[in-house]
């Protein structure tokens, strides 16, 4: 079946219209089965709906989980995609090229951090920064002469899914999917300065933590934790890393989590955001960290000025003047949106930052609420529920009122049949 026709197609919830009745002619089966997916093929989008193959809309409130800072398809993504596409691709990261130049400088810029690394993912921008921490350590040994190499990270974190990241990661049963793990990453508890005191020896070079665990259920680091935990790797000699994968480019309301804290980590790393939903991200540090000798750290894609052009495009954006007043506006519209259905139906209320937020249900009825959200007719809706007991809302960030109260009333309706 060719996936350009669908918009023609007419909706499968006309009356009478068989449910995905033509999902079995598409050939998905060389696809490695890696996920349990939806019957649906999605053929487009435009700013905060998606379309499926029977032409179906669905308000997306997922949006590439948490990716698509400007919904889909925005204009300056296409452009800077159309402009960039017909003037160079792919020099090689070996080289320069303009839009990796204005894309690291601008990101300099807005964060403090005087260097830029740029990567394909959140795992591999992650990857180095371990590298990075690591070969710090090398040059900093400890009192015996040692390589430091540990990095203290957190239970239920989350930082991709490499094997090195997969071992920093704290999510249950990870230890042993891929075993052995890759060592080095001893865990603490979110929030708890004693249990990352405790963990502190002579081989331990940095800390590693997202400012809000989204995959743990936007669990987020408190401030003073935050400011407990930079004051506590200053005086130990320890770098602080914050993986801003989930959290950065403008998606809990300011450009980075951390700076919510009043913070200056050593190391931060973004995804995701950053390129609206094309594969980029980034590992940025401070000038004086900058110790990757040529040839420890590199990547054929990494750099490649179709991916920064976008990139460009999307931070120019979300660092325009007012930008981020906008997604502060719209998360304290959502935040109370969310409360008020949370106190009519007796749920245990909401949580998050900016436009990254959690419905605490009280109930394990998160994936069953996801189902009935995408079979609503005419419209579905697209929701993620990142552990059983809560909803987790990622909207694009410009994300209109209108779209945010029919998302409100289509939950409504749901949590009316489902609670
Ligand atoms: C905080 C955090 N770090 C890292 C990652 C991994 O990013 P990627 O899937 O782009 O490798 C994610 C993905 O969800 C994330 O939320």
Not at 174 to 202: M, Y
Not at 350 to 368: M, N, S, T, V, Y
């Amino acid at each position: 079946m060719s996936l350009a026709n669908s918009p023609a197609v007419p909706p499968s919830n006309a009356p009478g219209a068989a449910r995905n009745a033509r999902f079995a002619e598409f050939p998905t089966g060389a696809l490695l089965p890696i996920t349990t997916r939806p019957e649906l093929v999605f053929t487009h989008g435009k700013g905060g709906w998606l379309y499926d193959h029977e032409g179906k809309r669905y308000l997306d409130f997922i949006q590439g989980w948490a990716v698509n800072s400007l919904g889909h398809c925005h204009p300056v993504m296409r452009d800077a995609l159309a402009t960039q596409g017909a003037l160079l691709l792919n020099p090689s990261p070996a080289f320069y090229n303009g839009p990796m130049i204005e894309l690291a400088d601008l990101l300099a810029t807005l964060s403090g951090l005087g260097k830029v690394f740029f990567a394909n993912s959140g795992a591999e921008a992650n990857e180095s920064a371990i590298k990075l921490a690591r070969k710090w350590g090398q040059l900093h040994p400890n009192a015996s002469g040692g390589a430091r190499y540990e990095i203290i990270t957190f239970r239920n974190g989350f930082h991709g899914r490499t094997l090195a990241t997969m071992s920093a990661s704290g999510k249950p049963g990870w230890d042993t999917i891929f075993a052995p793990q890759v060592p080095g990453f001893p865990k603490a508890e979110l929030n708890d300065l004693a249990s990352v005191e405790a963990l502190i020896g002579p081989d331990t070079v940095a800390v590693m933590l997202e400012p809000i665990q989204g995959e743990a259920g936007v669990v987020p680091a408190t401030t003073t934790f935050l400011k407990e935990l930079r004051a506590l790797t200053q005086a130990r000699g320890l770098l602080l890393i914050v993986d801003e994968v989930q959290t950065g480019c403008g998606r809990t309301g300011t450009l980075f989590a951390h700076q919510q804290a009043g913070i200056v980590p050593d190391i931060m790393t973004l995804g995701k955001g950053i390129g609206g939903g094309v594969p980029l991200a980034a590992m940025l540090c401070a000038d004086e960290l900058a110790v990757f000798q040529p040839g420890d750290q590199g990547g054929t894609y990494n750099g490649n000025p179709l991916m920064c052009a976008v990139g460009l495009a999307v931070m120019r954006t979300v660092s325009a003047p007012g930008f981020l007043e906008f997604v502060r506006a719209q998360a304290d519209y959502l935040s109370a949106g969310l409360q008020h259905l949370s106190s009519k139906y007796g749920g245990e209320g909401e949580r998050g930052a900016g436009l990254l937020r959690a419905l605490l249900l009280g109930r394990d009825i998160g994936p069953q609420l996801v189902e009935a959200a995408r079979d609503m007719a005419p419209d579905g809706l697209l929701l993620n529920s990142a552990r059983p007991n809560l909803l987790r809302f990622m909207p694009a960030l410009n994300v209109s009122r209108e779209e945010i109260d029919q998302m409100l009333s289509m939950l409504d309706t749901l949590l009316a049949k489902h609670v």
